[in-house]
């Protein structure tokens, strides 16, 4: 319950961003709101009214839950009862204590009365002990909740890029190709520079990541914990997880045609210049931008965090084995396995755009099987408005460390 709630509250901020963003971009323009504007922030409040609504139901059964938590560790633990008494013979003959029933009441009387230990022993001897294995059909195999899912839908990459809600399956992103001239007029009365301002777009297409399964009303009905909430929870994190994977991907494709810096590995000072010689390369490229964060794999991240100077300190101290995250030479670090292997980009994140529309679980009955047919929607667009501005490192892999042998 607790991941299903932290995704809704993902998906309530990720709303609230976008309409922020629409609203904030009017106020910077010094403008109103345009019609599809207001029309996009009223669709998107109503998906949040939803959402609130949704949020507040599973919140209340968080709530009770740690309610009953709470009650249970107010009762005192029974208290149990150990045996004392020595362990039976592997062969045991009940007549060899009883050869006949005078000498099994005699016992009983010297017991009871007389608290006789050995005709105790006796007695606790000839005792049959039932155990749990003699009735294995009536002990019950506890199904211990929530169910385990190894699946990690925090999707790093998208989260550091700039999201936005998605207006339409196909849409276009104005740019400018070609600006005003300004520049030092020659003399009095001499014209001024002047060039028309080109306005070009970007196409931008959505993508659909879906998927369904049927299933059948029994088990729908008898499962506990239900199947059906189980069904929806991991729709949601393989969805996460494939929408990251394939924005990633797009990434990287955006910049594949920029000239790799190769650096090494293992070399500090190497990839500490290279860091600068990059950041200076996309300040170069026409808009004036410094970067601001750093895109590894994680086996980059890795290598990066075990540098050390030659006098044993760490290259760059703010990586450590417990954090993904990270701060190197002022660059945020995002390490997400969603971009492969060997992969280091360095950039501004303002310039990558990911736009999203997710439709959630959807589900239709199929009476005539005793079926429910689920399924799971969303929509999302990448686009990298600057690929010139990144650079791309080309880091050769690095072989395992062997393992010292002791002497």
């Known amino acids: 319950m607790g991941a299903y709630l932290e995704r809704l509250s993902d998906q309530f901020d990720t709303i609230t961003?976008?309409?922020?963003?629409?609203?904030?971009?009017?106020?910077d323009e010094n403008r109103d709101v345009t019609a599809d504007e207001a029309q996009l922030v009223e669709r998107e409040q109503a998906k949040l009214a939803d959402?609130?609504?949704?949020?507040?139901?599973?919140?209340?059964?968080?709530?009770?839950?740690?309610?009953?938590?709470?009650?249970?560790?107010?009762?005192?633990?029974?208290?149990?009862?150990?045996?004392?008494?020595?362990?039976?013979?592997?062969?045991?003959?009940?007549?060899?204590?009883?050869?006949?029933?005078?000498?099994?009441?005699?016992?009983?009387?010297?017991?009871?009365?007389?608290?006789?230990?050995?005709?105790?022993?006796?007695?606790?001897?000839?005792?049959?002990?039932?155990?749990?294995?003699?009735?294995p059909g009536i002990v019950p195999r506890p199904i211990v909740q929530p169910v385990i899912s190894l699946i990690n839908d925090s999707r790093p990459f998208i989260s550091s890029i700039t999201n936005k809600p998605l207006p339409a399956g196909s849409f276009d992103r104005p740019i400018i190709t070609q600006h005003v001239a300004v520049g030092v007029q020659a003399a009095e009365k001499d014209l001024t520079a002047s060039q028309?301002?080109?306005?070009?777009?970007?196409?931008?297409?959505?993508?659909?990541?879906?998927?369904?399964?049927?299933?059948?009303?029994q088990d729908i009905k008898w499962t506990q914990p239900g199947i059906l909430n189980i069904v929806a929870e991991d729709f949601a994190a393989v969805y996460a997880v494939e929408s990251n994977e394939d924005a990633a991907a797009q990434f990287k494709a955006s910049v594949a045609g920029n000239t790799p810096v190769v650096i090494d590995p293992l070399d500090g000072a190497g990839i500490t210049a290279a860091l600068f010689a990059g950041a200076a390369a996309g300040l170069a490229a026409g808009t004036n931008s410094m970067p601001d964060t750093l895109w590894v794999s994680p086996d980059v991240w890795g290598q990066l965090g075990g540098l050390t100077t030659s006098q044993g300190a760490l290259v760059f101290p703010s990586l450590n084995p417990g954090s993904t995250t990270g701060n190197t030479l002022g660059?945020?670090?995002?390490?997400?396995?969603a971009l492969g292997t060997g992969t280091m980009i360095q950039g501004p994140s303002r310039y990558l755009e990911w736009y999203e529309d997710v439709d959630g679980l959807l589900q239709v009955a199929e009476p005539d099987v005793l079926g429910q047919l689920v399924g799971y929607a969303g929509f999302g667009a990448f686009l990298n408005v600057a690929p010139s501005v990144y650079t791309v490192f080309g880091v050769p892999p690095v072989a395992p460390l062997a393992a010292k042998s002791g002497k």
């Not at 005078?102 to 000839?126: F, S, W």
């Not at 660059?331 to 396995?337: S, W």
Request: aromatic share 4%.
């Open 17 to 27: 961003d976008g309409i922020d963003t629409v609203l904030n971009r009017a106020a």
């Open 51 to 135: 959402l609130s609504k949704t949020i507040e139901h599973y919140a209340g059964l968080e709530t009770t839950r740690a309610s009953v938590l709470a009650v249970r560790a107010k009762v005192p633990a029974t208290v149990q009862r150990t045996n004392t008494a020595g362990a039976r013979p592997d062969e045991y003959r009940i007549a060899d204590d009883f050869p006949d029933v005078g000498t099994y009441m005699q016992t009983i009387h010297r017991a009871q009365a007389l608290r006789d230990p050995d005709a105790m022993a006796k007695l606790e001897r000839a005792t049959a002990h039932q155990v749990l294995a003699d009735n």
């Open 196 to 217: 028309k301002l080109l306005i070009g777009k970007l196409p931008v297409a959505a993508k659909t990541y879906a998927g369904h399964l049927n299933i059948s009303r």
């Open 331 to 337: 660059l945020r670090v995002i390490v997400d396995a």
